[in-house]
């Protein structure tokens, strides 16, 4: 990627309209599902949504994988979608809004005290 599509999120266009296009070939239930998990993984990401591109791509090849075994939506993925968001989230260690900024207040407020201290 160069400089100018990281600028413009060029890029970023291009990979979602080919994650909406493989998610538009999936049988209905499995579109359904994705909806709610895309939904989902939008409360994770950052300001431009690319550290979602590679769980997005992962998940994606996994509804297909198992679309092409003949295996439900609900039997692949359960009936907890949001549990399995949390669970792609938290094993690739994509944080939230939350976690950052809980971080960053954090490290603030830890500077500020050892300039007190010493």
């Not at 999936?26 to 939904?39: G, S």
């Not at 993984?41 to 075994?69: M, Y």
Request: glycine residues 10%; proline residues 3%.
């Amino acid at each position: 990627m160069n400089f100018w599509e990281r600028i413009t999120g060029s890029d970023l266009a291009r990979d979602w309209r080919a994650f909406e296009a493989r998610a538009a070939a999936l049988p209905e239930d499995y579109r359904q599902a994705w909806e709610q998990i895309e939904a989902h993984l939008w409360q994770h990401g950052d300001f431009t949504g690319r550290n979602l591109t590679p769980i997005v791509d992962g998940v994606l090849g996994l509804l297909e994988t198992t679309a092409s075994d003949g295996q439900s939506a609900a039997e692949a993925l359960g009936d907890d979608i949001p549990g399995f968001c949390a669970a792609v989230i938290g094993e690739d260690g994509a944080e939230d809004y939350r976690d950052k900024w809980r971080k960053q207040l954090n490290r603030t407020v830890a500077r500020r005290l050892s300039r007190l201290g010493g």
